[in-house]
Nanobody
Framework: QVQLVESGGGLVQAGGSLRLSCAASGSIRSVYAMGWYRQAPGKQRELVAVITTGGATNYADSVKGRFTISRDNAKNTVYLQMNSLKPEDTAVYYC???????????????WGQGTQVTVSS
């Protein structure tokens, strides 16, 4: 079994910063990428940022220049530094682990339970 545990969420004022962490543990056979998704009330879950084990990154347009994703592959841990937070960033943030061996492998996804981020105006 694979477990993902997020931490670092909370309440912050607009313009402030938060740093989310996600640590994976358990029977991890391979990791292609880890990333962060978020879901606001009444909306679909959306990609925030993802980073491959090789270091390639991808960000949602709405967070480019404000958020930075990083990882520690040895610890199977991913971080999301969130700066210049806006009220529209308010959502439950979910950690994702893509357990594929390569980009051509069948999907293998694991999810954390989510951590609440609330940005007040």
């Amino acid at each position: 079994q694979v477990q993902l545990v997020e931490s670092g969420g909370g309440l912050v004022q607009a313009g402030g910063s938060l740093r989310l962490s996600c640590a994976a543990s358990g029977s991890i056979r391979s990791v292609y990428a880890m990333g962060w998704y978020r879901q606001a009330p009444g909306k679909q879950r959306e990609l925030v940022a993802v980073i491959t084990t090789g270091g390639a990154t991808n960000y949602a347009d709405s967070v480019k220049g404000r958020f930075t994703i990083s990882r520690d592959n040895a610890k199977n841990t991913v971080y999301l530094q969130m700066n210049s937070l806006k009220p529209e960033d308010t959502a439950v943030y979910y950690c994702n682990l893509d357990g594929r061996k390569t980009r051509w492998s069948n999907p293998v996804n694991y999810w954390g339970q989510g951590t609440q981020v609330t940005v007040s105006s």
